[in-house]
């Protein structure tokens, strides 16, 4: 493992360990339950938009380290910024992920998601990485539930629809 690598394995850890934005809002405007059958994650996301803005946005659940790194990221990425903004990132994860996307680590974003550019080698875990974010757009489209399976798989050439697609 190189050093880069070694350093992004420590961010999703430690975001693992002590993850942000933790917790259910109370008074949410937007909300889903994202399963993963595979591995077994289950967890909530809860946002609260206001006007365009997502003034707040928090997970909670039982997960994976990867799926827990990956919501704590995602929560901190989203916050503060508009719908149209969070749902750009969804793709650009997605595409990290999944090894469709380079990222560029000179952009303060790119460095968050770069630590989860060597999960696209492991397809089991790329469905931990996503379910958080997919779990999110599925809030926004006011779905109540989202999954890693069907058409929202998220592996490339699984036959499945690309995108983040029905939930």
């Known amino acids: 493992m190189d050093a880069r690598s070694a350093l992004y394995n420590q961010l999703i850890l430690e975001h693992n360990?002590?993850?942000?934005?933790?917790?259910?809002?109370?008074?949410?405007?937007h909300e889903s339950e994202?399963?993963?059958?595979?591995?077994?994650?289950?967890?909530?996301?809860?946002?609260?938009?206001?006007?365009e803005t997502i003034a707040a946005v928090?997970?909670?659940g039982k997960s994976c380290a990867?799926?827990?790194?990956?919501?704590?990221?995602?929560?901190?990425l989203?916050?503060?910024?508009?719908?149209?903004?969070?749902?750009?990132?969804v793709e650009r994860f997605r595409g990290v992920v999944t090894g469709a996307v380079v990222p560029d680590t000179v952009d303060k974003v790119d460095?968050?998601?770069a630590a989860f550019a060597g999960i696209s080698t492991l397809p089991a875990r790329v469905k931990c990485a996503v379910l958080?974010?997919?779990?999110?757009?599925?809030?926004?489209?006011?779905?109540?539930?989202?999954?890693t399976e069907?058409?929202?798989?998220?592996?490339?050439?699984s036959g499945h629809a690309p995108g983040p697609g029905p939930m």
């Open 17 to 29: 360990k002590k993850p942000r934005n933790y917790g259910k809002l109370a008074d949410a405007s």
């Open 111 to 113: 460095r968050y998601l």
């Open 58 to 60: 928090t997970f909670e």
């Open 34 to 51: 994202g399963l993963n059958p595979l591995c077994g994650d289950h967890i909530w996301v809860t946002a609260k938009v206001d006007g």
């Open 132 to 147: 958080p974010w997919h779990t999110l757009h599925a809030a926004f489209q006011q779905q109540a539930v989202s999954t």
């Open 150 to 157: 069907g058409n929202a798989d998220p592996i490339p050439g």
């Open 66 to 76: 990867i799926c827990q790194g990956s919501a704590s990221i995602m929560t901190t």
């Open 78 to 89: 989203v916050k503060g910024r508009s719908v149209a903004e969070a749902e750009a990132l």
